[in-house]
């Protein structure tokens, strides 16, 4: 990991990026394989990628020493799938990588950066994302008796669905 | 050959429930994992079902000590959203508020740690003083907790009478600085159990991505207040306190600094009060379609919102990342090496929040 001279600052409020170092972040971030944008809103900077490469991801935060917050899932329309935003910050903005699932998976983070876990093993969870290469999606926040995936719309893992199809 | 201890996850060491599993060998701690999960209620699905304004009700309960972050960094998020500016004298309140959340949540951990370590006679000293800024929380918003202060688009409540407040923050300060700093830094029964216990190491922070008092206890000056400004504090000038020595004690003395810098912006910004309204919209606005990430520096650290709609009148995704979701891992590597006798105290250092982490 690079050296981070911002966290170094002296107590003052620090500066933001200069204009090159910000269009060099912009540039890396266009580097990324699959990447279109990015997008500017405010601050914040956002970026698709058609697919989702966990080493050049790594190697992007390792680069530009920039820290990874957490992921967002939304469950898509599409049966199944996810639709999962990768947050890192340069301390002075959320940055934004957006990937979705192919056949409800995707390559796991993890491996190349083992903090994004926790993240990854809740989305299991909630969203019944198979993150491929996950040394450990041991349930972290589901109950006994739920299966993955019971935050999605109409899940019928949860004991009280099950029930119910029972039921009828 | 090395065994099992476990903690939690109900146990009197630990506030909220979580399980820590240690392997020991004698009285060394090899190596520990941590279980969570023990409470959780999936506030971020239920909160795709409610209203944008029923969701600040719902989302105030995702915890119970730095209640109003979470509904002052979706308030704003949504403003982002529907392109609303909160005035001046909101955004001045709203700061004022965070602050005496700060405040009191640090007293809070600087109870129990006093506890955790058998000093109750500064836990005493420290819970007396607590009461103090829970008067004030009191008399501004109406509520000890879950203040209810946070609408889209501004503040609930006025101050009416700013320096009615200045003299308990005096009685605050002089409290602090004469009764708590010199009973966590210069008792001897303190220094024994903070110093040189339970080490983070910067590039231990780094790896773990920690946030808030834990990652500025180990020598990372980052803080949104500083990094990403928001509210008043460019204008109150807002100093970070940083530590480098990533023990137990470091974690102490940036909280206790947090707190005097705390008293010194609410007492600024209480005398500089701009007039003028609370809100900049009347009754429920429309929350066009649209999405915005918002960063606040909690009490705990950063809170991550992550909010998305699509013009109708619930969200539809509501993303909470707590800044304990992220520093209870690395109690793991704190733990690495410690003994056993100093767990309860190592892993209260992190202000592990479990009602946040499992939301």
Redesign the interface.
Known sequence: MTTRPDLAAPASLAPDLSGAALNALIGALAALPGASGPQRRGRALSIALDRFEPEAVAALIGAQALRFLTITATARQAAGETELRYHLTDEHRVITLRAATRNAAIAALTPCLPVASWAEREIHDLYAVNFLGHPDLAPLFRPPGFEPGFFRPGASGTPAARAATLKA | MPYTVPLGPYHPALEEPFKIRTQVEGERIVSATID??FS?R?I??IAQGRNWLDVITLIERVCGICSNTHTMTFCMAVE?IAGVAAPPRAVYIRTIVAELERLHSHLLWAGLAAEDIGFHTLFMEVFDLRELVMDMLEAITGNRVNYGMNRIGGVRRDILDPASHLPALATLEKGLTQTIVPGFTQSRTAERRLKGVGVLSREEA????VVGPVARAS????DVR????YLAY?ALG?????QEAGDVMARVIVRVGEMIEAIRLIRLALVSLPAGPLTAVEGAPAIPAGE??M?TEAPRG?A?Y?I?SDGGPKP??V?I?TPS??NI?AIEPMLKGAALADLAIIQASADPCISCT?R
């Open positions: 969570v999960g959780f999936g971020e699905r982002k780094l790896r773990w991505a020598g990372l000056c980052i500083k990094d990403e400004p460019v807002f100093v970070p306190q940083v915005a990430t960063r950063e991550f992550d998305q539809v995704r993303k990342r979701f992220v891992p499992d």
